[in-house]
């Protein structure tokens, strides 16, 4: 069994910052890529940033130039460092990550549960 757990979310004032982590764990033969999502009411996930097993990152629009995604050197944690945040950051914030399970020998897409990150005064 694999799971991804969250933390970091929070409540911050416009222009703060904020640091999200997702640790996997479990029976874990390979991680690939890692990435972020976030979900604000009433409105469509959106991808916030990816970063492949190799480190390289890719980002949305609305995250690029404040946002920073990084993973540890033994690869089962990614972190998202969020800078100048403004209210419209505000959703909850997921981790997903391919993983190829020791159990199964296949890869496949896990998800956290999700941190809430609110950005308001």
């Known amino acids: 069994q694999v799971q991804l757990v969250e933390s970091g979310g929070g409540l911050v004032p416009p222009g703060g910052s904020l640091r999200l982590s997702c640790a996997a764990s479990?029976?874990?033969?390979?991680?690939?890529?890692m990435g972020w999502y976030r979900q604000a009411p009433g409105k469509q996930r959106e991808l916030i940033a990816v970063?492949?097993?190799?480190?390289?990152?890719n980002y949305a629009d609305s995250a690029a130039g404040r946002f920073t995604i990084s993973r540890d050197n033994a690869g089962n944690t990614v972190y998202l460092q969020m800078n100048s945040l403004k209210p419209e950051d505000t959703a909850a914030y997921h981790c997903?990550?391919?993983?190829?399970?020791?159990?199964?020998?296949?890869?496949?897409?896990?998800w956290g549960q999700g941190t809430q990150v609110t950005v308001s005064s």
């Open positions: 970063i492949q097993r190799g480190g390289s990152t």
């Open positions: 479990g029976s874990i033969l390979r991680i690939n890529a």
């Open positions: 997903t990550a391919n993983i190829v399970s020791r159990d199964t020998l296949s890869n496949a897409n896990y």
